[in-house]
């Protein structure tokens, strides 16, 4: 173990790359925007920090347009309905510096998907909720390591 730690030998996606801003406040579509909280906490855990979007004309802000959301059929169970979706979400984001575009729009997409069990339609719905939950989860990460590998 010594010799291959000693070599630079890391797992991938154990270490993180530092972020090369201090703030970025993320500008979301009105209402409730799940994907928001989602950011919100994998910049934080990343070590910056999200001020309110008041201060969207003051520093990096990343604008999120409204969610799309598709669901394709995958497969068909034993009684000829649905059995299992695709799930396909996504958003275009826009990055600015002080108000003005530097980035963008650019469209990340992630994809999921879910098992429908007919005889439980309720735990189907939580299985479609969690599958999403994960997407916006990913997408959040995604988003992170673009704007990692951008030189701001």
């Given at each position: 173990?010594?010799?291959?730690?000693?070599?630079?030998?890391a797992?991938?996606?154990?270490?993180?790359?530092?972020?090369?801003?201090?703030?970025?406040?993320?500008?979301?579509?009105?209402?409730?925007?799940?994907?928001?909280d989602?950011?919100?906490e994998?910049?934080?855990?990343?070590?910056?920090?999200?001020?309110?979007?008041?201060?969207?004309?003051?520093?990096?802000?990343?604008?999120?347009?409204?969610?799309?959301?598709?669901?394709?059929?995958?497969?068909?169970?034993?009684?000829?309905?649905?059995?299992?979706?695709?799930?396909?979400?996504?958003?275009?984001?826009t990055?600015?510096?002080?108000?003005?575009?530097?980035?963008?729009?650019?469209?990340?997409?992630?994809?999921?998907?879910?098992?429908?069990?007919?005889?439980?339609?309720?735990?189907?719905?939580?299985?479609?909720?969690?599958?999403?939950?994960?997407?916006?989860?990913?997408?959040?990460e995604?988003?992170?390591?673009?704007?990692?590998?951008?030189?701001?």
């Amino acid at each position: 173990m010594l010799t291959v730690s000693a070599c630079g030998f890391a797992l991938r996606g154990s270490g993180q790359a530092a972020l090369s801003f201090d703030e970025m406040a993320i500008i979301q579509p009105a209402g409730y925007y799940p994907l928001a909280d989602a950011l919100t906490e994998v910049l934080q855990a990343n070590g910056a920090s999200v001020p309110d979007a008041d201060t969207a004309d003051q520093g990096y802000a990343l604008a999120l347009s409204p969610e799309t959301l598709e669901q394709r059929t995958i497969s068909i169970n034993t009684r000829a309905g649905a059995g299992q979706y695709e799930l396909i979400l996504s958003v275009d984001a826009t990055l600015y510096l002080d108000g003005e575009l530097i980035g963008g729009p650019e469209t990340i997409t992630t994809r999921g998907n879910f098992y429908e069990d007919t005889a439980n339609i309720s735990g189907s719905n939580s299985a479609r909720d969690l599958a999403l939950e994960d997407m916006r989860r990913t997408m959040a990460e995604q988003m992170l390591r673009q704007l990692q590998a951008l030189n701001l």
